[in-house]
T-cell receptor
């Protein structure tokens, strides 16, 4: 059972570079989201999607774009990397609207360093 | 303002000791979740509590939801090195547009040494 798969696991970028963090889930979950985790800040929501074709901003969306063309995939794009985006990024999925089960399944994370 | 306050922030104990960590808020929640995150991994759900006063047990871990559904505690009996990790409490965001987005506390980092 793959669950939620994130790639890459580690990445180093130079300031101003762009990249895409990949996230795929094989559980047919409706809801997907991206978080960043920083020391002393906990997990903060960047963007989320309640279904294919529908995305919205979380609490820290600036500098990031997302799209949801399929149920399975939810990539996160960094448009022009900045040192402040150095963090560990987690993708998560859950069953979504209409389900009483709100358990979130997380990927293993992508550790990003911007120099 | 942090919605969920977790305490203590750090805890270092020896194997066999008991411990309790807390998750507090001034808001009322319909449910609350506890996750454990091991180094280099994503959080994994331990339990969801729904009813005020509810107590759930998971082996040596005991979870309690406050009567007023504003707070929760996690008690570990006879801690083992395998319990080491970051313990996070989480609730669903109140904005209905955000669907099932979770709001996390900052976590309690637990280290259990042999």
């Amino acid at each position: 059972n793959a669950g939620v798969t994130q790639t890459p696991k580690f990445q180093v970028l130079k300031t101003g570079q762009s990249m895409t963090l990949q996230c795929a889930q094989d559980m047919n979950h409706e809801y997907m989201s991206w978080y960043r985790q920083d020391p002393g800040m906990g997990l903060r929501l960047i963007h989320y999607s309640v279904g294919a074709g529908i995305t919205d901003q979380g609490e820290v969306p600036n500098g990031y774009n997302v799209s949801r063309s399929t149920t399975e995939d939810f990539p996160l794009r960094l448009l022009s990397a900045a040192p402040s985006q150095t963090s560990v990024y987690f993708c998560a999925s859950s069953l979504g609207r209409g389900s009483l089960n709100t358990e979130a399944f997380f990927g293993q994370g992508t550790r990003l360093t911007v120099v | 303002t942090q919605l969920l306050e977790q305490s203590p922030q750090f805890l270092s104990i020896q194997e066999g000791e008991n411990l309790t960590v807390y998750c507090n808020s001034s808001s009322v929640f319909s449910s609350l979740q506890w996750y454990r995150q091991e180094p280099g991994e994503g959080p994994v759900l331990l339990v969801t509590v729904v009813t005020g006063g509810e107590v759930k047990k998971l082996k040596r871990l005991t979870f309690q939801f406050g009567d007023a559904r504003k707070d929760s505690s996690l008690h570990i009996t006879a801690a083992q090195p395998g319990d080491t990790g970051l313990y996070l409490c989480a609730v669903q965001k109140s904005n209905s547009n955000s669907g099932y987005a979770l709001n996390f506390g900052k976590g309690t980092s637990l280290l259990v040494t042999p």
